[in-house]
Every structure is written in structure tokens, then in C-alpha cells.
T-cell receptor, first 113, second 112 residues
Framework: QKEVEQDPGPLSVPEGAIVSLNCTYSNSAFQYFMWYRQYSRKGPELLMYTYSSGNKEDGRFTAQVDKSSKYISLFIRDSQPSDSATYLCAACHQNSGYSTLTFGKGTMLLVSP | EAQVTQNPRYLITVTGKKLTVTCSQNMNHEYMSWYRQDPGLGLRQIYYSMNVEVTDKGDVPEGYKVSRKEKRNFPLILESPSPNQTSLYFC???????????FGPGTRLTVL
């Protein structure tokens, strides 16, 4: 079982919809959680970074972490065609100076005008 | 402009012909990493470097070598490329591994 699981999609929504993207993880040692956005033919870029359980909001984006159920979510409000991309969740833990960063496989999102 | 650069962006080569993909960052980051991205498999880490002269294997290191002689550069070396190394490669850097990773634009490699 991969440590970070993510539905590959594609997820197709109309413009203006609320989008929910989700990941589950198995390693309870993960402490840091990130969401990256990757446009076609580009490198991933960081969208959201969270450390603890709870919500973090940035504009139309909200990241949610539930450590008790090992569940990570990204919500996009008022989705736009420019949000069409692949969204990668990532988790990291650090122990005695050694860190590991694990990515999910990514979910492709398509927002139609 | 803060960035990670990779060269070449596209490369078609033949089995067994040694090649090097360069990676350079101008943000004075200590941590650098190489990933390959394949359909259905996602991003998989090949090698990473915590600092100059410190490198370690990631999840899929077989067939690759790296070096970190300077802080800004982290080249990926394929001594004898094989077709199963056809992939999209990304270099990334960050202050530390648990910080935001800045990715390069990618190198699409085809090994015939």
C-alpha cells in the first residue's frame, strides 16, 4: 500500500462549482502536509502547506487535515477554468534529522466554462 | 528571479549512451532532489541531497547517479540509459525537505 493515496480522476466540474480533492495516508508519523498544483507540461508549484490538524484558508482555497482519520482535503470555491490542472498532495515527517517527503499520484481536475 | 533551471528540456537518446541532466538553483537552498514522473505512478524520488557532498537514495535510485559538489548544482547522471528510464524528470530544491519545494520545468527524456 502506497503511503499517500489519491484518486487519479479526472474530476470534471462546471465553472463556479465547489471542488473537493482528497487524499488518505497510512503513516501516522507524517507531520507536514502540502498541496501542489501542476499544469500540463510544467513543474508542480506549492498551493498550500499545513502542519497541524484543522483548516487553512488562502483565497478560494482551503486545506483541511484530519490526523485522527489520516485524511487530507483541498477545497476550491468558485472554481475557474484556470484551475484545470493536476493536484498533488504530499506528506512529510522528520525524525532525528532525517526527513521523508511522499507524494500522492495526483488528481486531474477539469473545470469547464 | 528565484528559480530552478534544468537542461536539456527535451532529450532523445539511444540505449547505453551516457547522459547528464543539469539542475541549478539560485535560492541558496540546501536541499535538492530529483524525481521522475510517470503516468499512473506519480512523482517518485530518485536521489536527494541534504547539503554539499551529502547525497542519498530515494525510492527509485537504480540506474542513476548524482553529485553535489556545489550548493547550487545537482546533476543527474545516467551512465547507461535504458528504455525503462524514458520519463519526465524534475529537479527540486528547498530550504529543508519539509519546506516548500521549488520545482524546475522538467526534462522529457526518451531512450530508444
Amino acid at each position: 500500500q502506497k503511503e499517500v493515496e489519491q484518486d487519479p480522476g479526472p474530476l470534471s466540474v462546471p465553472e463556479g462549482a465547489i471542488v473537493s480533492l482528497n487524499c488518505t495516508y497510512s503513516n501516522s508519523a507524517f507531520q507536514y502536509f502540502m498541496w501542489y498544483r501542476q499544469y500540463s507540461r510544467k513543474g508542480p508549484e506549492l498551493l498550500m502547506y499545513t502542519y497541524s490538524s484543522g483548516n487553512k484558508e488562502d483565497g478560494r482555497f482551503t486545506a483541511q487535515v484530519d490526523k485522527s482519520s489520516k485524511y487530507i482535503s483541498l477545497f476550491i470555491r468558485d472554481s475557474q477554468p484556470s484551475d484545470s490542472a493536476t493536484y498533488l498532495c504530499a506528506a512529510c515527517h522528520q525524525n532525528s534529522g532525517y526527513s521523508t517527503l511522499t507524494f500522492g499520484k495526483g488528481t486531474m481536475l477539469l473545470v469547464s466554462p | 528571479e528565484a528559480q530552478v533551471t534544468q537542461n536539456p528540456r527535451y532529450l532523445i537518446t539511444v540505449t547505453g549512451k551516457k547522459l547528464t541532466v543539469t539542475c541549478s538553483q539560485n535560492m541558496n537552498h540546501e536541499y535538492m532532489s530529483w524525481y521522475r514522473q510517470d503516468p499512473g505512478l506519480g512523482l517518485r524520488q530518485i536521489y536527494y541531497s541534504m547539503n554539499v557532498e551529502v547525497t542519498d537514495k530515494g525510492d527509485v535510485p537504480e540506474g542513476y547517479k548524482v553529485s553535489r559538489k556545489e550548493k547550487r548544482n545537482f546533476p543527474l547522471i545516467l551512465e547507461s540509459p535504458s528504455p525503462n528510464q524514458t520519463s519526465l524528470y524534475f529537479c527540486a530544491s528547498s530550504v529543508q525537505e519539509n519546506n516548500e519545494q521549488f520545482f524546475g520545468p522538467g526534462t522529457r527524456l526518451t531512450v530508444l
